[in-house]
């Protein structure tokens, strides 16, 4: 059978947060197709009933950050009670402490969520920026969000990477010129990442948002 | 290591009773009814597609609804890039048809009427998402200023409209680096002298485009089979491959193109 098909029950309760930014359906559809019951909100009460929550991101990073900021201190309160927190292409990058985008666009120190200590980077000048297209993921080390993924491939769109202090935050990587970080995790595990779009990722995407989704279910 | 992306396209009308239908040209002029625009996106998604392009070829104000609505149940169905274009024409546009579901918006004539629209686009959504579409045609004689060598002769490239009847005195090398600075996320080059004919796509015109500017370039008409695909990935420099009639008649399979490119060494997501 065919693993696009839409599952008969949904298996957890994901909020995605919309902070104004960006196309949702997508990441919407996708979560619906791997199990997951949708709520889209910009509520921070929403938070407390969820089994998981979902940042989802296109656009600058400081704007992003902005757009964010009323939910700074939910999803601190809610990461500190361990619930899956998942950030897909500029949501994965609000997860560290700060980027170089906003400095370079001249908007000094934006500080991002901090969930993950370290900094997004830009790629060195003789690279294609943005990065576009389907590039492969190899697995570091063992998360529930890349069973089954480990030399697949994924749907990159970015400009900046993650560069986080420890190592270990790197659960996959993929190489563009530079091994950078692809799926990025915080200590506990419960606070993840992709640099590349999931929802845009065929099969092996709707793979990641089903580990997520299950692993939302088991908590 | 990043692929090369196979792309395959659909040309959407309304049919007589006006409901959405997908249209192919054979041998230049006839279109043949294809199909069904979400069953078609369905199998593609499956069948190992990179990106998925949807062409509005309605060009009128009538369909554009249905049409929208038509691509919201394609974006249901397809997790992976969507790019829609045909009768995009302002910023309002650009953001219901990304709002519809589209990952990226692709737009023709009208970027060349009015090229503050690729900036205001790139600003409000990203450049990510503005695909600038260039209908080219040769042109042997004096009015160019980009020459290439064409079997021994020289000739410059135009930007044309109304699907190539039309010419604008444009040098597609120009207008391709102009919308490149002016945020342009990609390069979607159709050749008006290789479309339908199957004889493979335009190097030099892509060639050409590819050394004058570094946004990613989706080379488009004349795809007759892996071999032409092979041919504008190494000899051109193309990031992806567009074809329509080889998939859509069941010549080649999107597999049997990545397989004939795999075992040739072209990074291919297989």
Redesign the interface.
Known sequence: M?T?QPPEETLADVVMVDYGLG?L??AM??LE?AGANVVVSDDPADFDDADGIVLPG??AFSEGMENAGPFREPLAEAAADGTPIFGICLGMQMLLTSSEEADHAGEGEVEGLDFIPGRNVRFDEGQ?V???????LNVQRDHPLVEGVDGE?A?F?HSYYADPDDEDAVVAST??GVEFPAVVANEEGTVFGTQFHP?????T??TILRNFVEFCAER | MLTKRIIPCIDVDLDEDGNPAVYTGVNFEDLKYTGDPVEMAKLYNEAGADEFVFLDITASAEGRETMLDTVSKVADEVFIPLTVGGGIRTRDDIKETLRAGADKVSINTAALQNPDLIEEGARSFGSQCIVISVDARRRYDEAGEHYAEVDGESCWFECTVKGGREGTGVDVIEWAREAESRGAGELFINSIDADGTKDGYDIPLTKAVCDNVSTPVIASSGCGGPEDMYEVFTEAGADAGLAASIFHFDEYTIQDVKEYLDERDVPVRL
């Open positions: 065919s696009t196309n359906r997508s559809r996708g197709r296109v656009g294609k943005p990065h576009m297209g389907w590039n492969e491939y749907y769109v190489d563009y929802e845009k990722s065929g099969e995407g709707l």
